[in-house]
Every structure is written in C-alpha cells, then in structure tokens.
C-alpha cells in the first residue's frame, strides 16, 4: 500500500468524491458552497465534478437540517455542511427531537442516511460563537453517531463509512487540523465507526484523546519520552460507538490513565469515559483517572487569552505527572 | 448511659459471636454509626448506635454472647465515661472472654482516664491496583510506605515490597533456617473454627455414618431418552434442567417403591405419604438442601420452576428454616464435576439419598457390535438397617429404566 502526504480538506474531498460518483443518491447542501467550494475549500472540485449536487441553502440551518431530513427519509444521501458547529443551535429541534428520534417514532421503518458534516474547535481568534466543541451534547441524545477524527487518513476513512451509514452521523472536523497534513493510502479503504486507533504505544500511561488534542498529546509524550514515560496514547476517531475495547486493553496495561478533550471539563465527554473506566476497571487503576479540558469559559478572541483557556501541549505534560506522581 | 446488647434477630437464635468492635473506648460516636459485627450460624449483623454518645465495650472480641446480654456502654458525656471505666475497665481483642464487673477492690494505681491501647482506626490509604495486587500476594498493606500522593500506597509500593520480601536477606535466611532445622516441619497455613454452618454439617454427617448402616449401590443408565426429552421440552431458549427431570424420575420410582421413602423414628420405621425431595447445592462453601415438595405431584416444569427459585434463594441469602426441612428424599448430581459414581452420605432421618453423575458418551456393546452412546452414573446409598439390599437395588433398577425409557413414569 502506498501513502500519499494530504491536508484533512484534501482528503475530505477526495473521499467524497469517491462516494459520490459511486452512490448518485448523495448530495451536500450548505451556505456558499459553489463560489468558495466550501468556506473552507473542504468541498474542491466537487460543484465541477458533481454539478447539481452541490447545492447553495438559504443563511438558515434550520431549513438545511430540515432540507437533509426530508430528503434523508425519502431515499436520498444528503450531506450537510454547517459551517460551524456553534450554528447547531439554531436546528437543535430538526436535530435532537427530529432526526434523531424520527427512525424510532417511526417503528423502524425510515432509515435516516444523512452527514451533518460540522466544523469545530479552537485555536483561530474566531471568539466565542465560532470556536465552541459541542460533541457532548449530541453524545447525550441517544439517536446520533458522533465522528471526531484527527489525522487525514482517518477523516477519509470514516467519513466514507459515515455517508454509507442507514442513521444520521455527526461529523465533527476540528478547524484548525483542515491543513494538518498526513499519509492517506492510495487504495480504496473505509475505517469502520467505533474502533479507537492507538496513535502511539507506551507502558506507563493511558491517554485517551481525539480530534485536535491527539496532535498535542503526541507533542507531549514525545517531551516526557525523553523523562522516561512512556504515554500510550488512544484516539476513541469516534465517541457514539464508543471503543471501551481498546480502552480495556490499554488500562489494564498501564494502570493510570489522563483524558484529554478540547471541550471544556464540566459535563465533557471525559467525565463518561473516567465514570465507565472507574465501574468496571477499579482494581486495575493505581491512581486517580484525571482529565484535562478546556477552562469552564466562553472562548476569547485574544490569543494569549484564548490558550490560557484552551488546554496546551504543556497541561497535558503536567496532567501525564501529575497521574504518575512524577 | 444507654446499653449496648445483643439483639434477638430470630425465634431461635440464643446467642451471637462478636466479630469486632468498630471504635475503641472512648471514642465517640454518632446515632446510626457501626458499633460492632455479630455472627450467628446464619448471618452477620451489624449493631449500630441507638444515639450519639461515647463508647466503652465491655465484651471482647471473638466472645460468644448471650441475646440481650449487655456487651458495653455508651456514656452521654465524658464525666460520665470516666465514671464507666472506673466501674468496668475496657477490654480490648483477643483478651479472655468475659470481663465481669470488678469488684471496688485494690485496682492498679493508673489514672481512669489513661488512654488505652487500641488499635489505630486509621483507614490505610491504597490505590485500588494496589490492594488488588497485595490481596492476591498476601502483603500487609499496614507494613508497606506508600510513595503516592498523601502517602497513597501505588502499584510502585507493592512491587518494592515483593521485591524486599524475595531478597532481604534476614527474610530469605529465615526461610532457608525454617525449611532447613526441621524437614519435618508442618504448620497450619490458616486455622479455621469449626462452628455455625460448617457445625452443623459436621456433626449431622458424622451422625448419619455413626448412626446409621449405609451401603452404596452403583449402577448406569442410557442417557439418550433424557437428552431427547431434554430437548423437547425446554422451550423459549429456558433450558429445563436435568435435575428436574432426575427429580421426576426419582419421585415416580419411588411411588412404586414406597418403602424406599421413609425414616426411623426409635423403634417404628415410619412409610412416607408424601415425597419431599432435597437437592444439594453449595453455597458460600457450604453444603445446603433446599426441599422441593410433591415433585411426584408436579410435572417437570413445575419441578424446574421450583428448583430455580431455590436456588436464587439459595444464592441470596434467603432461604426460611421451612425450606430446609421435612425432607424425604435426596437428590445429589456431581456431574458437573465430571464425577461419574460416588458414595453419598443419608441425611438422616431419611433412609436413601441418589448420587447421580455425569452424562459422558461411552463404548457399548449392542447386537455384537461396539456403538457410541450418552450414559449416565447412579448411586444409591440407603440405610440398611431397614432397606433390604434387594428391594434398595429393584428402586435403584426401576430409576435406571425409567431414565432409559421415561415413559414408564406413567406406567
């Protein structure tokens, strides 16, 4: 198998392009779309490989989740981008009471094939209404799938098998990683939602991590290799099918473990995986499961105010010691 | 000053063990807390503080106590505590049972309110790694420093004090010298009391051999008609066990062989109405015989019904004396074990009891030719004071041929 080195953007387009000339049932539909091809460009060459099947919404998300909805339970393939993720709140109703609930008020009998494709996270000076990580939320209404992939390969992978999916998926794509660059297989592949990826192996330690964070944790065990720990480090790809699996595994190797996410600590999806990992791997933890998140804040606009809110490469260093007793 | 006694938990129970005190003299205590652990044969208790006030035991621990018995005080203030030790001096664990008042005589000269030596009631601060890994190793967790946070004993902790215990010299000379100065050594690794549950079959098992003149007789049965049985009446993915079908079996041969079913009481040998049929079970390594009553009324299912709820009860802790009780018969199966015969002890006063054991494919032969076939083990002790050995082996052959061909159950 041969690797290329692609952008997240690159391989986001690459894989829906893919899918698209293979199922002609999928289309996106968002906010200026065909004159940027996506705010982002995460959309290359699709509007001209795929004319009609990109298509410009109104400025409403709520009549884009609507749209998709509709057109989701009458057989077709939407994919719908969201331009930010903080604009979830204006279809909270299309997504939380509808597409999440329509298969089971439905006895069973629609599928809901349909991407809710939306960009998260921190790190640009964007400010508060454009930097939020909302994942917890939607891990909250049982209904939804949630993807939150860091490297490119996985983005290509999972978003392939999330356009093939019969239930709505959330797909979560941090901002700041768009140019992350990365080895993307040349072939054909699809990463299948709920297997974890341990992006590095270590004895010492387990750190559980995803989307963005899995770069600074990466930063950060190299730093404390070089003290002698060694940080195992999982990236969960996605939290709704969770990998408690991979987890298991790992913890009952390493004994201690440090959860890291963007989204601020109270009420964050670390708070699950530390209550799941205390019931049913007690006897195996030699210290305190311990998380970092973001400070309980809105984003600033400022930099330097907005790392001190943000978890860095340096908090996750001193989180690993602080488990360990270092 | 309120009294601290052993409270009457059932009809029967007369006297309880103390376990441990909780707090040590002195210490005080709030309404509702643990004060101490009581244990009759069937259960632990835990006696809590009928109001807030400090404690002065006066019974030690590992004592056995009468019901109502008073075994401490507790004083609703500190002059009244100095007063308490005064008249009744504490006790502490593992001093002789049974501190009566003193008399007002000579006492030692000590202060009343001397502090005495009690045990720490510090909780041992642990990762749970770590108490997981010195359970499993036998470590003291109170002998080990612990390097975590706060003095937290880690997985680190543990493995330094492995490592210790396999080299320090002094420890490994003294096993060489132990193993060495007496190849005859033999000491007890853990002495276990003989009392509660495990009492109680002691003495009714050595009873039954002593009592009674108990002979075994072996036999085996082609299984295939139960298997196929087996198969067709479990239904709804609920497998009907084979003890229910055994039960069945048994209960039917022994209408034909009532007097198989009976007991002796003094000079009369009573013959049974009704069938009452134990099985034995294990439970918190113990053996218990929960009784199914008329299993030769009920059909299997009922029977399986029965013997589930049993054995729920049996593994809750909630079993009544009524269950245990007025048995006729019993129903004992080590196939899971792959035992295949054994030699059963009678619970007395019933006269028989039916080992039965695994079902295991063996070489028959059958119309001169050597055939692959599911069979299974019986063994039929009875007393043989009053079961002849013929009519013990005619119940133990109409067992086999109704297991082999249950249909003759109704015959």
């Not at chain 1, 077709?76 to 597409?99: C, G, V």
Request: with cysteine.
């Amino acid at each position: 198998m041969t690797d290329r080195i692609i952008s997240c953007t690159d391989a986001l387009a690459e894989a829906l392009a893919e899918e698209m000339k293979r199922d002609e049932t999928i289309f996106i539909i968002g906010e200026d779309l065909t004159a940027h091809d996506g705010i982002f460009g995460q959309f290359k060459g699709l509007h001209q490989g795929f004319p009609g099947r990109i298509i410009d919404a109104p400025i409403s998300e709520t009549a884009i989740v609507g749209a998709g909805l509709g057109a989701a339970l009458t057989g077709m393939r939407p994919l719908l981008d969201l331009h930010f993720a903080d604009f979830f709140t204006t279809a909270m109703d299309e997504i939380a009471n509808q597409t999440a609930k329509i298969r089971y008020m439905f006895g069973g009998q629609v599928k809901i094939p349909m991407v809710i494709w939306a960009p998260d996270g921190g790190g640009l000076s964007a400010a508060a209404q454009h930097s939020q990580s909302l994942e917890s939320w939607f891990v909250h209404t049982p209904g939804l799938k949630i993807v939150v992939p860091s490297e490119p390969a996985d983005v290509k992978g999972l978003i392939k098998t999330a356009v093939r999916e019969d239930d709505p998926v959330i797909f979560f794509q941090h901002k700041k990683l768009f140019a992350q660059t990365g080895p993307v297989p040349e072939e054909e592949y699809l990463i299948p939602l709920g297997k974890a990826d341990i992006k590095r192996e270590g004895r010492d330690i387990t750190l559980i991590t995803y989307s963005r964070m899995s770069y600074l944790s990466l930063e950060a065990s190299e730093q404390l290799a070089g003290e002698g720990i060694e940080v195992e480090i999982i990236d969960l790809r996605t939290l709704k099918p969770l990998d408690f699996d991979l987890i298991v595994g790992s913890v009952k190797k390493t004994n201690n473990v440090l959860i890291v996410h963007e989204a601020c600590l109270t009420g964050g999806f670390g708070g699950e995986i530390a209550a799941k990992i205390g019931e049913e791997l007690f006897d195996y933890l030699d210290a305190p499961v311990t998380r970092i998140g973001a400070k309980d804040v809105p984003i600033p606009f400022s930099p330097v105010m907005e790392n001190f809110v943000l978890p860095q490469v340096n908090d996750i260093v001193n989180g690993v010691k602080k488990v360990l007793n270092r | 000053m309120i009294e601290i006694t052993i409270p009457k938990l059932g009809l029967t129970m007369e006297s309880a063990k103390l376990v441990r005190w909780e707090f040590s003299s002195g210490d005080e205590v709030k309404e509702g807390e643990t004060l101490l652990v009581i244990e009759t044969d069937k259960v632990s208790f835990e006696v809590t503080a009928p109001a807030d006030g400090i404690i002065h035991p006066i019974a030690s621990e590992g004592s056995t106590c009468e019901v109502e018995e008073t075994v401490g005080y507790l004083a609703v203030a500190r002059e009244e505590y100095e007063q308490l030790i005064k008249d009744q001096p504490p006790v502490l664990a593992a001093t002789p049972p049974q501190v009566e008042a003193v008399e007002p005589g000579p006492v030692p000269t000590q202060p009343a309110n001397v502090s005495v030596p009690a045990q720490s009631k510090g909780r041992i601060k642990a990762s749970p790694l770590a108490r997981f890994m010195a359970a499993e190793h036998g470590l003291d967790l109170s002998a080990i420093t612990g390097s975590g946070p706060n003095g937290r004993i880690v997985k680190a902790d543990i493995l330094l004090a492995l490592e210790e215990d396999m080299v320090a010299p002094e420890k490994r000379a003294a096993r060489l010298q132990d193993s060495a100065a007496d190849s005859m050594a033999k000491e007890a690794l853990e002495s276990i009391p003989i009392q509660g549950l495990r009492r109680v079959i002691f003495d009714n098992m050595y009873q039954s051999l002593s009592q009674s003149a108990q002979l075994t007789l072996h036999t085996e049965a082609c299984a295939d008609s139960i298997i196929s049985l087996r198969k067709r009446i479990s239904k709804d993915g609920k497998k009907i066990s084979y003890n229910a079908i055994l039960m069945k079996i048994t209960a039917a041969a022994l209408r034909l062989h009532p007097k198989i079913n009976v007991s002796v009481d003094g000079d009369t040998i009573h013959v049974w109405r009704q069938i009452h049929m134990g099985l034995a079970m294990e439970a918190n390594d113990a053996l218990i015989v929960p009784v199914v009553r008329n299993p030769d009324l009920k059909n299997i299912s009922e029977i399986d019904h029965d013997i589930v709820d049993l054995i729920d009860r049996t593994r809750e802790n909630k079993l009544s004396p009524d269950d245990l009780a007025n048995g006729t018969f019993t129903l004992s199966n080590l196939g899971f074990a792959d035992i295949d015969f054994f030699t059963p002890i009678i619970r007395p006063p019933e006269s028989a009891i039916l080992g039965v054991g695994r079902i295991v494919e063996k070489a028959i032969v059958k119309c001169e030719a050597v055939v692959p076939e599911q069979r299974i083990g019986l063994s039929l002790t009875f007393d043989h004071r009053i079961i002849d050995g013929a009519p013990g082996a005619r119940f133990l052959k109409t067992v086999k041929e109704m297991i082999e061909d249950p249909v003759l159950m109704i015959s």
